[in-house]
């Protein structure tokens, strides 16, 4: 996967050499394959989309999302699921095809509906009562019909770390399952001049290798489909079963499946349940986002100070951390690594790969097997192409690293390093505050 070039000890990525990338565009680096995204959006057109009739796939922008990103999954042919007003502008800005984008989110503003309903998005997926309210009021006052799905909740949760389910019943997310609650907010858009309704949502969760809460959430859904169908005529043309496909990251987790593992389960559910309910088959849309591009991914940074506790441990600490991928800290998500500038050589050590943060949790990797390291030396960590630089802070006020990504073996800039100068760009100091004479008081006692 990540190949070494027999003359030559650095590890090289999509044809990129790591070492050069580092020292050309300086550390913490993201660094993102184009080829590898194209890759995964392929599987999906052809075991997908190609592969059965009426479907839909659209990209979960909040895995990882530039202009550049947008530019990418516009030309595969994807569709795009935004979460939040900036991911909509950030869309909007790339010119994406506003009608390719589904608006997700469980408290939406009236700021960012109104700017979906602007800029015609294709669906919004609303997710409770209240924004249900906002939306019809916003698209009455601009004589508009607006196109939704309703998230529902189908009390199915997908087997994974508990910050990551989502579909359980004791859930932020949706609208719950109980009697009377989905009739009347269907009944509700039924009887609008300003609301299409056109189908429901579920997402059960996220870093998947099963796909048995899917398909309990797709029967979940047919029922209520049937339910509503028989109750209030209500005839379902969408059915938007989210994303979650997980993908490998150690030795310890399974390999990472191709699309079809997740999508033919899905769609064999889909068929029978529907066919044996007397219903139509819906169109099917899908919303994966790290399985698209997790593996894309990689950050390079520089170790430094490296401390050897006798007996206990080595840390190896880098120029970054929990501000670059927090995913470690939230979730105990592991990760692999490999020494880039010396990937020829045998692996002899194990170390503890620790962030630079004030933060006793701000560990990378726990143990992890390496060549004897220096100080100096450049840590390539695989598979952070998602949830890594969309999740990035600026704790410590660490500058968030550039983004670098490859296209055809060339590497080029789509995101700046921040610069110090930026991470002051929105402050202001109160008048009051400045030409505070400090100079007559003493620093401590
Ligand atoms: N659709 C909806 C409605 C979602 O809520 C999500 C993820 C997705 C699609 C895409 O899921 P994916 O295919 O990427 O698993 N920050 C966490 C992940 C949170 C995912 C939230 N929703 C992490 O770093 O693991």
């Known amino acids: 996967m990540y190949l070494q070039n027999q003359n030559n000890a650095n590890l090289i990525f999509d044809n990129c050499d790591t070492v050069k990338l580092a020292k050309n565009f300086g550390t913490p680096l993201y660094v993102v394959s184009e080829d590898r995204i194209k890759n995964k959006c392929k599987d999906i057109r052809e075991n997908f989309l190609m592969e059965y009739p009426n479907t839909k796939a659209a990209y979960a922008s ?38 390719k984008v589904m608006f997700h989110g469980n408290n939406k503003s009236y700021e960012e509906l109104t700017l979906a309903l602007d800029n015609n998005v294709g669906r919004i997926i609303v997710d409770n009562i209240y924004e249900l309210d906002m939306l019809e009021d916003i698209a009455k006052k601009k004589s508009k019909k607006v196109k939704i799905l309703f998230r529902i909740t189908p009390e199915v949760g997908g087997k994974t770390h508990e910050y990551i389910t989502t579909g359980q019943k004791d859930s932020k997310f949706g609208i719950p399952l109980e009697k009377g609650i989905i009739e009347s907010v269907v009944k509700a858009s039924m009887d609008s001049n300003n609301i299409d309704l056109k189908g429901f949502h ?25 339910d509503l169908k028989d109750e209030l005529g209500f005839a379902t043309e969408e059915l938007n079963t989210g994303g979650g496909f997980g993908i490998s990251h150690t030795e310890e ?42 593996e894309a ?35 105990k998500a592991k990760y692999d690594a490999a020494v880039a500038n010396k990937a020829n050589q045998k692996l002899e050590e194990v170390v503890t790969i620790a962030g630079k943060c004030c933060e006793s949790g701000d560990i990378l990797i726990w143990d992890l097997k390496t060549p004897k390291v220096e100080s100096g030396d450049i840590l390539a960590v695989f598979n952070t192409g998602a949830y890594n630089y969309s999740m990035a802070s600026n704790y410590n006020r660490l500058p968030r690293p550039g983004v670098v990504l490859i296209s055809k073996g060339q590497p080029e800039l789509i995101v700046e390093r921040e610069k110090y100068e930026d991470l002051l760009n929105k402050e202001r100091i109160p008048e009051h505050l400045d030409n505070i004479q400090s100079k007559k008081l003493t620093f401590g006692a």
């Open 62 to 99: 909040k895995a990882f999302l530039t202009m550049a990103m947008c530019k990418i999954i516009e030309q595969e042919g994807l569709g795009l699921d935004v979460v939040s007003g900036g991911e909509l502008y950030t869309a909007i800005k790339a010119d994406f095809p506003m009608e």
């Open 202 to 226: 579920f997402h059960v969760g996220s870093q998947l290798f099963e796909i048995d809460s899917h398909v309990a959430a797709i029967k979940v859904a047919v029922k209520l489909i049937k």
């Open 253 to 294: 987790d399974e390999e990472t499946k191709p699309a079809s593992f997740f999508i033919n389960p899905i769609m064999k559910t889909i068929e029978q349940e529907f066919t044996k309910a007397d219903l139509d088959i819906p169109t099917v849309i899908i919303e994966p986002g790290r399985w698209i591009v997790g």
């Open 297 to 331: 991914g990689i950050t390079l940074y520089t170790l430094g100070s490296i401390k050897e506790i006798s007996n206990v441990r080595k840390y190896i600490s880098v120029d970054g951390g929990l501000p670059d991928n927090p995913r470690p800290a939230l979730y």
